[in-house]
């Protein structure tokens, strides 16, 4: 069954148990993670930062920017979450999907690349996927250490 809602859950880290219909946000580790909108069960994690996804949170409601699409999944969905509602996006070809993250693989490569502050520091990419297909996790870990491992992979 499809989701048209995500509730927000701030927690420091996400737990092993992935629930229907809520989205967790750990700012400890500028991460959120969903189940798949589609209902199709799969867990949704994206990485926050300059050059991956932004989260709106005002006082109540959430919203991820830019949209989720869910390449890597048997169900490839697309959607926004905006206002803690679900906004299905129209589904994108293979080409349109590779442009999108030939786009976004530049973006970085230019943030990083003017950031003093970046250097002899793991890029980005190294550490997150890139922001147009979110990751598929497996089972969350409990610890920070499981956490980082998770965001290296």
């Known amino acids: ?22 989205l967790y946000v750990s700012m400890s580790y500028a991460v959120a993670a969903h189940r798949c909108a589609c209902g199709c069960g799969r867990e949704v994690v994206t990485p ?8 709106i949170f005002d006082g109540e409601n959430v919203s991820l920017d830019p949209s989720i699409g869910n390449w890597s999944f048997p169900c490839r969905s697309h959607y926004f979450i905006r206002g803690s509602k679900v906004q299905w996006a129209a589904s994108m070809s293979d080409a349109a999907i590779q442009r999108g993250r030939l786009r976004d693989r530049a973006s970085k490569a230019a943030h990083f690349a003017k950031s003093p502050s970046s250097a002899g ?3 980005s990419e190294e550490v997150a996927p890139a922001r147009e297909e979110a990751s598929p996790s497996k089972k969350a870990p409990s610890s920070a250490l499981g956490w980082l491992r998770r ?3």
């Open 121 to 123: 520091r793991l890029t």
């Open 1 to 22: 069954m499809s989701q048209a809602r995500f509730a927000p859950q701030f927690v420091e880290f996400l737990p092993d148990d992935i629930g229907p219909g809520i």
């Open 151 to 153: 965001l290296l992979q």
């Open 48 to 55: 926050l930062s300059p050059t991956d996804w932004k989260l």
